[in-house]
């Protein structure tokens, strides 16, 4: 993306390069720019800035050698973050002289100059919705990635079936597909250790994680198989979907059965991957899967669903 080969001179005068993060703030957007901001900040070349609110400090790893933070600070919530939004960062990057300002989000600033973004969200979780206020707030978030789609001079997505989904094959020439890595931490236990006898799902609760499902998938293996467990690391960002969810557990008798973790930090999720019998993918709507790869790298036995870029990311 920007960055220069071993090979390669880079500049005399350092390409400013800023990194509109205001959008990174759960799930796969957090580990996303937790892992490239280190890239980033060794480049050679590459004078990186990043913009964030003051309200994400504790989410991201933000003290990154070679990265300079800019705080926003304003009252918080979903319309006031799209305004100032459109403001504050093009503002910014002329204050700094922004060569390129990159959005690792579907939408960022239309008056931005040299605007990369990236198509990371999956739109098609409309689809799947069925209360009003969630169908409006995609429809409104397919509106966002098209006019950024058309204001951007690049744009990126971690997988082709992302890049289909987003753009509708409009602006395919100007779209490169860049799949997520995963963290070197992420390995198999070369020690051998016996797996245990429980399933794993990793994900926050979304709607196209596809968990009532999966929920009573476990409720039909109970009868063959009474010790089953299964546990769910991932944060309720969805208060309502998680309620129904354990409305879910309590009316399929499954209290014994299911256990919700939250939030789990990186080094015991490796601990739950090499541990688990089963890593469970079950999502309906995804444009890469994140914990899917990682799972895959430390070797847990998976079984994931066979649509949307489940099989470009597991074969």
Known sequence: MIGFMANETPPKTPITLLINGLHSKSGGGVTYLNNILPLFGQAAGVDVH??????????????????TVHELSFPTGF???????????????????????????????????????????????????RRPAKIAY????????????????????????????????????????VPHGVDARFTADESNVEREDFLLAVSDLYVQKNFSRLLAAVAVLRDTHPNIRLKIAGRALDDEYHAALLRDVERLGLTDHV??????????????????????????????????????????????SNTAAMPEVAG
């Open 50 to 67: 990043l913009c964030i609110h003051a309200d994400q400090k504790d989410l991201l790893i933000v003290d990154v050698p070679g990265v």
């Open 79 to 129: 319309w006031k973050l799209l305004w100032r939004e459109q403001v504050d960062v093009p503002r910014l990057a002329r204050r700094i002289g922004a060569a390129v300002t990159f959005s690792p989000a579907n939408y960022g600033p239309l008056l931005a100059s040299n605007t990369v973004i990236l198509l990371r969200n999956a739109l098609n979780v409309g689809l799947v919705e």
């Open 138 to 177: 995609w429809i409104l978030l397919y509106v966002a990635t098209g006019l950024s789609l058309l204001f951007s001079k690049r744009a990126i997505t971690v997988s082709d079936y992302a890049r289909t989904s987003a753009s509708g094959g409009i602006f395919k020439s100007r779209i490169a597909i």
């Open 259 to 304: 256990e919700f973790l939250g939030h789990v930090a990186p080094d015991d999720l490796l601990d739950l991957y090499r541990r688990c019998g089963v890593f469970v993918f079950p999502s309906l709507v995804e444009t890469f899967g994140n914990s899917l790869v990682e799972a895959m790298a430390c070797g847990a036995p998976v079984a994931a």
